[in-house]
């Protein structure tokens, strides 16, 4: 770490123990902001040590729907997200009220919401699912007729996994992932025949289909520390390879796409942390009655998985 680094990150250390903080970041974040984090991990992880913490105070580095996640999970704590506009594309990519009028067309659907989406969405969702479990939770629905909003790639993964359902899927999209071609893969893969294939389940299907691996970013994580992987072409945000490098000493990981980077997931850094903690704000915080609507979708893939 870099000097002017080292003295931010000890200021971290010494406010988070000031104020009984902990700081949960996503997978994609810049590597500084991962290298002061408690914990690292994936949409499903963070929600899951954002459920469980005994800290006052969460820092969320990550995008808003995920500090949203951590209030719905754990009202009586102080959730943080130290830039304020750092939203997902993709879950802006649809409202409340446009799933009420859609859920009107297919009453009989049971309605499964990725994670990327906000409060007020999930609020109207039976089911929430991550990039980890969509396939297992959308195969043990009891129901033949399942919503799946918002990312319609993940919904066609989904569709492809899953037999016996009819799955109606949103026109989102994560405009990071959609972005990898398989252009890109074809090439990497004449450079690094010895290479595995690894990408996200946001990807075009035409991605999916000549990978070796479909996985969330944590099951990336996993993945590249097996034995038998040595090079890994990596298909999804580039931030992920800073925390792979760390792990696995000595094995190359190759970005798929260098343009592959999610601008509000870098909007978040060092000094913004510092500033949080010191002011305790930005605080995210989900208004009850809507709170109350969208912990069922949440705790009962919390459940499950
Ligand atoms: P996971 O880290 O849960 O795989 O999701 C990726 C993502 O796009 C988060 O915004
Ligand atoms: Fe949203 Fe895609 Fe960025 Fe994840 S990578 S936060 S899905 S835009």
Redesign the pocket.
């Known amino acids: 770490m870099e000097s002017s680094n080292a003295g931010l990150a000890d200021k971290i250390q010494s406010l988070k123990r000031e104020k009984n903080a902990i700081i949960l970041a996503h997978n994609?974040q810049l590597g500084e902001v991962q290298d002061v984090a408690d914990f690292v991990g994936d949409s499903l992880e963070l929600s899951q040590q954002a459920a469980r913490t005994q800290a006052e105070v969460i820092v969320f580095c990550g995008?808003h729907f995920m500090a949203e996640t951590a209030s719905i999970l754990s009202p009586d704590k102080i959730v943080l997200l130290p830039e304020v506009n750092a939203g997902?594309?993709?879950?802006n990519m649809i409202t409340a009220e446009k799933l009420r009028q859609k859920k009107k067309e297919l009453p009989q659907a049971t309605v499964v919401s990725y994670i990327?989406t906000t409060a007020a969405v999930k609020a109207e969702s039976d089911l929430c699912c991550t990039s980890t479990n969509a396939v297992d939770l959308v195969a043990g629905l009891e129901n033949e007729q399942i919503l799946f909003v918002p990312d319609k790639y993940l919904g066609l993964y989904v569709s492809s996994r899953v037999k016996g359902k009819k799955i109606t899927l949103w026109p989102g999209f994560?405009?990071?992932?959609a972005g990898i071609k398989p252009g890109h893969i074809l090439k990497l893969k004449k450079e690094y025949p010895l290479a595995k294939v690894v990408v996200h389940p946001?990807c075009r299907p035409e991605v999916i289909e000549i990978a070796d691996e479909v996985l969330s970013t944590g099951g990336m994580c996993r993945y590249a520390k097996l034995e038998g992987v040595t090079q890994m072409i990596v298909g999804t945000?580039i931030g992920i390879i800073h925390r792979m490098q760390k792990e696995n000493p000595g094995k190359l990981f190759i970005p798929v796409f260098k343009q592959a980077v999610?601008p509000?997931?870098k909007m978040i850094t060092l000094d913004k942390i510092i500033r949080s903690l010191e002011t305790l704000s930005p605080e995210v915080k989900v208004p009850e009655d809507i709170r109350v609507k969208a912990i069922g979708a949440v705790n009962r893939m919390l459940e499950i998985c």
């Open positions: 994609y995008v997902c594309p993709m879950a990327n994560c405009p990071v992932h946001e945000e999610c509000t997931m």
